[in-house]
C-alpha cells in the first residue's frame, strides 16, 4: 500500500523497546513538526483554497497527537526531551533541486511530506504489531491509521496541482532514492533513524 522499497529493518523496534523514554521524545517532536510544515504550506501557499482547507485541519489533528504523545512521556514519569536532527529528512530534503515554479516547488513539498508520512506510518505499524507494550503497541496501531491518510492526501494534492505523469515519475524516483537512505538508517532510537 504504502510502495516503499525497502522495509524497515524489523531489529529497529529492538532498540526502540530499550529506548522508550527516547523514542516518544522523538516522535513528540515529529508530530510538532509536521504541525509546522502543515503551517508552513497554508503560508507559502495561501492561494491553493483547497489545500488550505485540508492544511488547516491537518494542524489540529497533529498538534493533538503532539499532546498525545506528550501525554504518555508525562504518564510515565519523564519530561519532553531536547528536540534533535532529523538525519532522515535531512538527507530527504535534499533529492529535489532547489527552485523552479511554485508549482514545482509546491509539489515537491507535498512528494516530501507524502513520503515522511508513509515512512511514519510503516514504522507505527511496526511498533503495533511487535512491542512488548501493549499500550504502546495499540497506541501506535491507531496513530498508524491516521498516518495513512495523511500520506494518500499528500500525494493526492501533488497529482492535483502537477501534472500527473511527471509526478508519478518524481514520485517513485523519491521512493528509489528514500530506499538507499534506509540501508544507512534503522539504528538508532529515533522515529526515522
Known amino acids: 500500500m504504502l510502495g516503499l522499497k525497502l522495509p524497515t529493518d524489523p531489529r529497529w523496534v529492538n532498540i526502540v523497546e530499550k529506548n522508550i523514554e527516547e523514542i516518544l ?4 517532536y515529529c508530530e510538532q513538526k509536521a ?3 502543515a503551517i508552513s504550506l497554508i503560508v507559502s501557499f495561501p492561494e491553493y483554497t483547497e489545500l488550505v482547507q485540508e492544511m488547516t485541519k491537518l494542524v489540529k489533528e497533529e498538534i493533538s497527537h503532539f499532546k498525545m504523545v506528550h501525554d504518555k512521556i508525562i504518564e510515565r514519569g519523564w519530561v519532553l526531551g531536547r528536540d534533535r536532527k532529523d538525519d532522515y529528512v535531512i538527507q530527504l530534503v535534499t533529492f529535489f533541486p532547489k527552485g523552479g515554479s511554485r508549482t514545482t516547488q509546491l509539489v515537491h513539498r507535498l512528494l516530501y511530506a507524502a513520503l515522511i508520512e508513509a515512512r511514519s506510518c510503516e514504522r507505527f505499524k511496526l511498533l ?3 512491542l512488548e507494550d501493549q499500550e504502546l503497541s495499540k497506541f501506535y496501531k491507531d496513530l498508524m491509521v491516521s498516518e495513512a491518510n495523511h500520506y494518500t492526501m499528500f500525494l493526492g494534492f501533488a497529482r492535483q496541482y502537477g501534472d500527473r505523469e511527471e509526478v508519478d515519475k518524481k514520485w517513485q524516483d523519491l521512493l528509489t532514492y528514500e530506499a538507499q537512505i534506509m540501508k544507512d538508517l534503522s539504528k538508532k532510537e529515533t522515529m526515522h533513524g
Open 35 to 37: 504541525t509546522s510544515t
Open 25 to 28: 521524545t522523538d516522535h513528540a
Open 128 to 130: 503495533s504489531e511487535e
